[in-house]
């Protein structure tokens, strides 16, 4: 897997400019591998968003062998930089783009329409065509089995998270969060901070320990691409627990355990039906069921009972039998969010713009 960073591409794309790959779908040739590039926001570490991605990407590189060529594109910032990168992704005569990043959406859609020959697979958004595939975690599945355990633990009653954007995927998280906790203890009270970043350790930690201070004695590192936020809950003596991969070696006492998501099942299957000329985008909203979400590395402290009621809520949440959004819900501001025995669909998940009774930090405007 050839890595590559901001500096070198943005330096390539000047000397050779930009250029499109416009034709029909190659098929995989002994003398030409098929050209996979992901580009993700952040450097690729052994932890986190980006490291779950190209993780995701080995069993396709496995299966495929020398006929596919992993490229990924690491620490590209949302914005005019992260365009002419994938443009010169594409022009390199990459086939498969994975574009790991919210703000990656508008510039990776017009690269699926100016080359229908070329699949895009993008991370968290929520544009469709017929080349071009957002996908999504449903996180908010493990993050209410992580509200429960936090609860059982919790002494003060207060949970916090380290969050990085106000987008529904990381909303929907704390909500779910916060539903799972309040169906142990319904006093249960969230405080949120926004650091506005993808990739910021120094903010994070501060963060983390602003919550500390509080008196918030269980944190969800929610999307933070570092281990930072679970490192300061380590050295406090406070719980935390993350997204994507595992955090546990920095927190071998206090870690709570990690809402991991394996995206080889749908990068493979991505892959595959590129090479048979059957793709058609989709919006993939993928969770437990799907084998892309699953809890692991809980900690022992959880109490007995309490893995008891966990273990029976993710096997109805597997099964579909229960969903974490499922009502009587009321929103922050007193209002009805979901009515009594509705539940809400993937679209209303996917477009969450409010925060659930509980919550206790206003969403910035």
Known sequence: MTAINRRTLLKSVALSGLASAIGARVTLAADEPLGIALVVPSPIGDVGWGHALAAGLEPVKAAYGDKVKVTVLENIPEGPDADRIMNKAVADGNKVLIAGSFGYQNGALQIARRNPGVTVLHASGFQVAPNFSPFAAKYFQGTYLMGMAAAALTKSGKLGSVSAFAIPELITSINAFTLGAQAVKPDIEVSV??????????????????????GCDVIFSNAQDTPSVISACEEA????????????????????????????????????????????????????????????????AVPADTVAKIKEAEAKIADGSFSPFTGPITKADGSEAVAAGKTLSDGEIVAMDWHVKGVATPLPK
């Open 193 to 214: 901070v926004w650091v506005n970043s993808w990739f910021d350790p120094a903010k994070e930690q501060e963060a983390a320990k602003a919550l500390i201070a509080q």
């Open 237 to 300: 003596g406070v719980y935390a627990f993350n997204l994507n991969s595992s955090m546990k070696s920095y927190a071998p006492k206090t870690y709570l355990g990690c809402v991991a998501t394996d995206w080889s099942p749908f990068f493979k299957a991505s892959v595959d039906a590129h090479v048979a000329g059957t793709f058609k985008g989709a919006n993939a909203f993928l969770g437990v069921s799907d084998k892309v979400v699953e809890v692991v590395d809980w900690n022992p």
